[in-house]
């Protein structure tokens, strides 16, 4: 399974994103063959326990997560654990304020004292003066499942045959000259239970795998060192995705750039330089110029006390010239293998998929039930595009990220066709440092490897470059993509927002950019 | 439903320690019970109530380790996660470091448990949130916040007789005040272990207070300015400090602390004589926990003394390999601080930046611990002994070695909130620094 895969599904379903999501026909309620029934008949006590109550709507999940984590270092295994949780959530709507407990003890008394604790809890906060929550409509499911896509569950494959393979990355890299190197695998997989006062029992299991890996060369006689870490390597996927990469020419090669980087000069000074970034690199500006920026709830100051608040507001909408006519991106919870995929999310919504920027336009952002009717006006979109999501039983679902994607160039070339249209530049390979400010204007990124561009050709090697630059005028600074056969998907496995903070994880698939006359400075 | 006892805790130690199998078995022990209420747009948006464990499982055969976890605490789930464990281990390879659990531990007793915070329930948090609703809100301010408090219980054994039990207590509250103009924002903070102690409507009135202050900026050009960095900020610089103390990669000449040919630091002034950091379990004003990493009992430890690296952090394996004792790491960050309140420091400061709050800091050169990163929510110039007007947001890109380095003048300490980089709980006193590298401006308010 090669990151590039996604193409092919992705250029297909383009044309389909101004259709409606597609809503399955009701079935009757008594289908449950493939239900556990105990997990149908706790739901319903929940349900029935949280109406009674007093909500006007519930939902319940319960899941069983398994994660797996194998941490390496040179040739010993570093640390390893095997976690499993379980437990259910009741989030509960009443008095027009949202309600939520969680419980590790999944049993009929006590699913029926959470459902009303959070129903307590929610007819507490309305106390305080709100506006009530309004949800868009969605069908019911009553009988729908979904799994990630994949051949081999990770949890299968022995420890033994982890550790043997993380070591072998270890060892390619010490014996190419590295002084440290670093691997770990980490897999996730989650059994997840959706019932909601709707209708709907949603049984889902989601995979994940991702291996970090970093090395290290250490010049001691001067005191200097420099690494290359690598932790983008994840997907939707089972054992299969890990060994289809080719670790060991990628380690190899990164060993042998990190030497190079330990004697490499960094630039004189702060200039203005024109720019080329891989898809390695990318995507985490994407992630964050763009994936964060276009939160609804960011944009409405639901995170305004922590992950903060957005330039790109609803007011916005059809009017903010994003990027230049070249960009569109497109969100999506629907390639098999990229991290935010599902078949439903968190509030029973089935995966969408829609342009969020069309042509340098802004024309939509990320949603949930409860988001829809803030933007309809602007968007004229009445369904949630599915973008609720909860780490984990015991945390509320919320607005999370969905696969964020740089539409590539169906006419657009290769990497060494965008260096030869700049005659000053640099190139920039994997995902290094990165901060952005609160409302995603002002950014900083650099990678892991760092090359000028003289006169359309790669020079050179430099270390410790950033670039800085403003979200709009950067995207609009966009002249070149590269075309379909450059696309690669990559993505970030920890992705912070919310209080108390939770995780996810999401893909952005891209080609290479051309970014012109883009700041750039010596960082360290 | 409450978090364990230290009789039920020992008891499931000892119901793993029966059914275990191994040469050598560890145990960790998380309980944990509490709520939270988010607001925003000067309403409730979400709210939760969660109690959980975690049961930790490390197992041994020779030097070949497992590890195992789950959140069941039944005869059952016991069982079950030390079969996995020791699957686990029988599976892994040999480890050439490993050392053996301890045969004795005396773990102190941080006095970090309050029944005011334990007690404190969803009435509770609506009461306290509605107070700073009311507190910060009117025609000119937008409130969103975030207030959460839990009880936590933490215990530690192995089958060498070793066993540990602490309980704790946690309140957080943060808010940020925005006037609906998107011209000014302010923010206010702070993580403690007494419910009695937090003052929420009082936040929501520094916070709002910050934030009618900022509507109106004298732009700043980038470049080299003194700071006055309030606690919370100064607290990020210290805990990117104090988090890479580890001897182990110093030696290995890939840490700030390495010094040439396997060298270190230690023992180098490199920040300011004004600048002493430790760590200290037992610290009245913001203990830490019983225990650090390996099971090892926390003890007091001054990282920096007047500006000297008085203190290297080494793990089991690395102390015997180097023929030295141990160092625990840090459980809480106490930062000495002289007599005078944040005003008074500003009375005392002929021209500086006054940074409120940072925000998405990250390395750029681990070599010599630059990083970058935001001002936030409140940035202000002092003129002449005081607040004059507020300034733009800047990026940063600077070292706290560096910018401690040039530390003049301190505040009194105090409790801080949990933000990225810092150390929980932390004890830091607002820095004057004369020297901070802002790098270019950030638009964001």
Redesign the interface.
């Known amino acids: 399974m090669k990151r590039r895969t996604f193409l092919q599904s992705s250029a297909a379903v383009l044309g389909a994103v101004a259709l409606p999501a597609p809503a399955a026909p009701p079935l009757p309620r008594d289908i449950r063959r493939w239900l556990e029934p105990d997990d149908r008949e706790l739901a319903d006590v929940a349900l029935n326990a949280a109406a009674r109550a007093g909500a006007s709507y519930a939902d319940i999940r319960i899941s069983r997560h398994f994660d797996q984590q194998i941490r390496t270092r040179e040739r010993r295994v570093e640390g390893m654990n095997d976690e499993i949780t379980y437990g259910f959530g009741v989030r509960v709507l009443a008095d027009g304020v949202w309600g939520f407990a969680a419980s590790r003890i999944v049993a009929e008394d006590e699913v029926a004292r959470v459902a009303r604790a959070a129903v307590s809890q929610a007819k507490g906060n309305a106390r305080i003066p709100h506006t009530p929550v309004d949800l868009a409509p969605v069908a019911a499911f009553p009988d729908a499942e979904w799994t990630t896509p994949h051949e081999k569950d990770p949890f299968e494959i022995s420890v033994a045959e982890k550790v043997e393979f993380l070591l072998g990355i270890n060892a390619t890299a010490l014996d190419r000259g590295a002084d440290f190197a670093t691997s770990s695998i980490v897999f996730q997989k989650q059994e997840r239970f959706f019932a909601s006062t709707e209708g709907s029992y949603i049984r889902q299991t989601f995979l994940r795998v991702f291996v970090p890996w970093e090395v290290t060369a250490v010049d001691s006689q001067a005191g200097r060192f420099a690494s290359w870490e690598d932790i983008q390597a994840n997907a939707g996927a089972g054992w299969e995705f890990v060994l289809a990469q080719d670790f060991p020419s990628q380690v190899a090669r990164a060993t042998e750039l990190t030497r190079e980087k330990l004697a490499a000069p960094t630039l004189d000074a702060p200039a203005r330089k024109d720019l080329v970034l891989l898809p390695n690199h990318l995507w985490l500006t994407i992630h964050e110029s763009v994936g964060h920026p276009t939160e609804l709830d960011r944009a409405l100051g639901y995170e305004a006390n922590y992950a903060g608040t957005s330039f790109c507001t609803p007011d916005k909408l059809n009017a903010l010239q994003y990027a230049s006519e070249i960009v569109s991106f497109e969100a999506e919870k629907q390639e098999p293998h990229s991290l935010a995929s599902v078949g439903w999310d968190d509030d029973g919504v089935p995966a969408d998929r829609w342009l969020l920027v069309d042509g340098g336009l802004l024309v939509d952002f990320q949603t949930t039930r409860d988001q829809v009717h803030m933007i309809a006006d602007q968007t004229r979109v009445t369904r949630s595009h599915g973008c609720s999501y909860g780490q984990n039983w015991s945390l509320v679902q919320f607005q999370r990220m969905p696969n964020v994607n740089l539409v590539p160039d169906p006419a657009g070339g290769s990497v060494e066709d965008l260096i030869a249209g700049i005659d000053d530049g640099l190139l920039i390979d994997t995902r290094g440092s990165y901060s952005i400010d609160q409302q995603r204007y002002n950014f900083q990124f650099a990678g892991q490897g760092t090359w000028e561009i003289k006169a359309g050709k790669r020079g050179r090697m430099l270390r410790d470059v950033a670039y800085q630059g403003n979200t709009v005028e950067f995207w609009n600074s966009c002249d070149g993509l590269g075309g379909p056969d450059t696309y690669e998907v990559y993505g970030s496995y920890y992705d912070g927002k919310g209080q108390p903070g939770q995780v996810n994880a999401v893909s952005h698939g891209c080609p290479p950019a051309r970014f012109r006359q883009v700041n750039v400075l010596p960082a360290g | ?1 409450a978090i364990l006892t230290e009789r039920e805790a020992r008891r499931i130690v000892e119901a793993v320690m029966e059914r275990a199998s191994a040469d050598d078995t560890i145990v960790s022990l998380v309980s944990r019970e509490g ?20 049961l ?1 499982v490390t197992s041994a055969f020779g030097s070949r ?8 605490i039944d005869d059952e789930a016991i069982a079950a ?1 030390v079969a ?2 020791e ?2 281990a029988g ?3 040999e ?3 490993y050392v053996p659990p301890l045969e004795s531990a005396d773990y102190p007793r941080p006095p970090a448990y309050f029944e005011s915070t334990a007690a404190h329930g ?2 509770e948090r ?1 009461a306290a ?2 107070a700073a ?1 009311g507190a910060a809100t009117g025609p000119d301010a ?1 409130i ?3 207030l ?1 408090n839990y009880g936590v219980a933490y215990a530690t054994g192995n089958s060498r007789g070793v066993f540990g039990y602490f309980p704790m207590t946690w309140i957080e509250y ?3 005040v ?1 006037t609906p103009d998107g011209r000014g ?1 302010g ?1 206010a903070g702070v993580r403690l272990h007494d419910a009695d102690e937090l003052d929420a409507a009082g936040m929501a009135r520094i916070a709002a207070e910050k934030a009618l202050a900022s509507r109106t900026v004298v732009p700043l050009e980038p470049g080299e300015y003194p700071v006055i960095l309030e606690p919370v900020a100064a607290a990020v610089m210290a805990g990117a400090l104090v988090g890479q103390m580890s001897a182990r990669r110093a030696m ?3 840490s700030y602390l ?5 060298g270190t630091k230690l023992g180098e002034r490199l920040l300011a004589p004004l600048v002493t950091i430790a760590t200290d379990p037992l610290y009245g004003e913001a203990p830490g926990r019983a225990w650090a990493e390996e099971q090892l009992p926390a003890r007091p430890t001054t990282w920096y003394r007047e500006g000297r690296v008085e203190s290297l952090q080494f793990d089991r394996f690395w102390a015997g390999r180097n023929d030295t004792q141990p160092v625990p790491g840090s459980t809480n960050l106490v930062m000495g601080g002289e007599e005078r309140s944040l005003e008074e420091l500003i009375r005392g400061t002929e021209r500086a930046v006054l940074v409120t709050r940072f ?10 611990l ?1 990083l ?3 001002t ?1 929510d409140g940035t202000f110039w002092i003129e002449g002994g005081r607040i004059t007007h507020a300034v733009n ?1 800047f ?1 940063w ?1 600077d070292s706290p070695v560096r910018v401690f380095s040039g530390v003049e003048a301190m505040s009194r300490p105090a409790r801080v909130a949990d933000e990225d980089w810092v150390l929980s709980p932390s004890f830091v006193p607002a820095v004057r620094a004369s020297r901070f590298r802002f ?7």
Request: proline share 5%; aromatic share 6%; no cysteine.
């Open positions: 439903m709520g939270n209420t988010r607001f925003a747009g000067n309403g409730v948006t979400t709210s939760g109530e969660v109690a959980n464990v975690e930790n380790i497992g590890s195992a976890q789950t959140n069941g996660v996995r464990s699957e686990a599976l892994a390879p480890d050439p470091e969803p009435a609506a949130v509605a609703i937008t969103a916040g975030f959460e943060t808010n940020t925005r924002s923010w290995e000449g890939r390495s010094a040439p040919n396997g925000w998405y800091i990250r390395t750029l050169n681990p070599a010599d630059t970058t990163g935001l936030r947001n990026r890109n790098a270019s401006v950030s638009q964001a308010v």
